[in-house]
């Protein structure tokens, strides 16, 4: 069970749009439609931010989207806005577990 | 609204068991639908699943950590636990309880996190 790959840093500057990538494998991420996004700022839990790929949960801004393409999932934040800056960490299931990407940290210039 | 909160020592000397529960409210364990997670987080490092367990007491467990771990449920008080044996220094970590929907596969409700430090 390796963890999922994500880039540890991406950055934006307020307004625009980033993508974060979630490579995994047809175990986990290209063979369900089970991908999920956490936005966690320090010292907080983790957010659940989208969910099955591409649904995003009651209050949750749809400046937030998701997608899938084979074994990588991605999330864009459009938009970009200051309280955005935060690491997230995409998450799949895969075969009665769970694993988790090793986090990106996204900074907003 | 579901809230959960860890609670247990927050120093383990090493080789010795890891013990902590998460008591759950504003909703029922035995409801069905979800399992009950233990997931951790070491010093500015990523998230890793622990496992979880179903209200009937089936459990799963990441195989990394399988040998070392147990997870309980005890419905009538609304709380399940996590065990965690022989641990070491590289066992410190924050330690987050988590509700993980079977539907929707996603951890919408989370504790608030409890560091537990291994040192003698």
């Known amino acids: 069970q390796s963890a999922l790959t994500q880039p540890a840093s991406v950055s934006g500057s307020p307004g625009q749009s980033i993508t974060i990538s979630c490579t995994g494998t047809s175990s986990d991420v290209g063979g369900y439609n089970y991908v999920s996004w956490y936005q966690q700022h320090p010292g907080k839990a983790p957010k659940l931010m989208i969910y099955e790929v591409s649904n995003r949960p009651s209050g949750v801004s749809n400046r937030f989207s998701g997608s899938k393409s084979g074994n990588t999932a991605s999330l864009t934040i459009s938009g970009l806005q200051a309280e955005d800056e935060a690491d997230y960490y995409c998450?799949?299931?895969?075969?009665?577990?769970?694993?988790f990407g090793g986090g990106t940290k996204l900074t907003v210039l | 609204q579901v809230q959960l909160q860890e609670s247990g020592p927050g120093l383990v000397k090493p080789s010795q068991t890891l013990s902590l529960t998460c008591t759950v409210s504003?909703?029922?364990?035995?409801?069905?639908?979800?399992?009950w997670s233990w997931i951790r987080q070491h010093p500015g490092k990523g998230l890793e699943w622990i496992g979880y367990i179903y209200y009937s007491g089936s459990t799963y467990y990441n195989p990394s950590l399988k040998s070392r771990v147990t997870i309980s449920v005890d419905t009538s008080k609304n709380q399940f636990s996590l065990k965690l044996s022989s641990v070491t220094a590289a066992d410190t970590a924050v330690y987050y309880c988590?509700?993980?929907?079977?539907?929707?596969?996603?951890?919408?409700?989370w504790g608030q996190g409890t560091l537990v430090t291994v040192s003698s």
């Open positions: 504003g909703g029922s364990i035995s409801s069905g639908g979800y399992y």
């Open positions: 998450s799949s299931y895969t075969s009665s577990s769970r694993v």
């Open positions: 988590a509700r993980d929907s079977i539907e929707e596969q996603q951890l919408e409700y």
